[in-house]
């Protein structure tokens, strides 16, 4: 079995900054691609940014230059640093990854991290 912990959320002002984690934990083989995810009130969940092996990154259009993703192979650990937070950002934030467990792949999805950009 394998978990995804999201943690960094919160209330940032407008402009403001915040970092998401998401931490991988159990009987981990291997990991393929990571991603964040987002679902604001009332919407669908979206795509927003992922990494791949060689730290090829993908970012939807809407925080391009404002968002960073990272991810640190060594603790299995993925991270969304945002810059310049805009109200419409406020979302819900999931974490997304492959893992090789127990000799096969499997996606997995982390609980959410809420992030509220208000003044």
């Known amino acids: 079995q394998a978990h995804l912990a999201e943690s960094g959320g919160g209330l940032a002002h407008p402009g403001g900054s915040l970092r998401l984690s998401c931490q991988a934990s159990?009987?981990?083989?291997?990991?393929?691609?990571m991603a964040w995810y987002r679902q604001a009130p009332g919407k669908e969940r979206e795509f927003v940014a992922n990494?791949?092996?060689?730290?090829?990154?993908n970012y939807t259009d809407s925080v391009k230059g404002l968002f960073i993703i990272s991810r640190e192979y060594d603790k299995h650990a993925l991270n969304l640093q945002m810059h310049r937070l805009k109200p419409e950002d406020t979302a819900v934030y999931y974490c997304?990854?492959?893992?090789?467990?127990?000799?096969?792949?499997?996606?997995?999805w982390g609980q959410g991290t809420q992030v509220t950009v208000s003044s």
């Open positions: 159990g009987n981990i083989f291997g990991i393929g691609i």
């Open positions: 990494i791949k092996s060689g730290n090829i990154v």
């Open positions: 997304f990854t492959e893992l090789l467990v127990g000799g096969s792949w499997s996606s997995s």
